[in-house]
């Protein structure tokens, strides 16, 4: 049994709830979701969800509601989508509340503003996958230990550094679980 919180502060909470039990029921895992609002919620989650928003306003929730600290120190699996992304990241060049858990930096709104919002096929782990990004940040100035998943233009679009997972698009708005998937397997390494 595992227990997947996804941070509702802002963004797809629905929708990743949705493409978690998905996955859950087709890789055969027993498992439930939780929104996560307060440090209460987190206390019995196996994995975290980070989703798409506006990740400055979601940095300062954060931090006035007392889950950034708990959220640093999480040490589970945690995915991070769009501005979840962002959060995870050492530094956007800008000056907002992240948690560092990724050492990358971020280029935020790297494809563009809302007008320049797109989808597109990408390669991740030698199988084509449908993104969809909405006002995109993408990574650079990775640390050797920051594995590559995607790339898109030569921008790196997906990372995986240990048990932490982020991307530029938003998988929670695709039917392909793969995201979700390589998520839950963390997860349920972590539980075994």
Known sequence: MVEIGILDLQGDVKEHQNMVITTLNKVGV?????RIKTIDDMKNCDGLIISGGESSTIG???LNTDLYDMIKNFKKPILGTCAGMVLLSKSTGEEQPLLGLINMNIE??????QKMSFEADINIYDKIYHGIFIRAPYAKNI???????SKYNDKIIA???????????????VDDILIHEIFIKEVIKCVE
Request: proline share 3%; charged share 20%.
């Open 159 to 173: 990372v995986k550094q240990n048990n932490c997972i982020a991307t530029a698009f938003h998988p929670e708005l």
């Open 60 to 62: 300062k929730l954060l």
């Open 30 to 34: 027993t498992g439930n979701t939780h």
């Open 108 to 113: 935020r709104n790297g494809f563009g503003r």
């Open 143 to 149: 640390d050797e230990n920051v594995e590559i998943l």
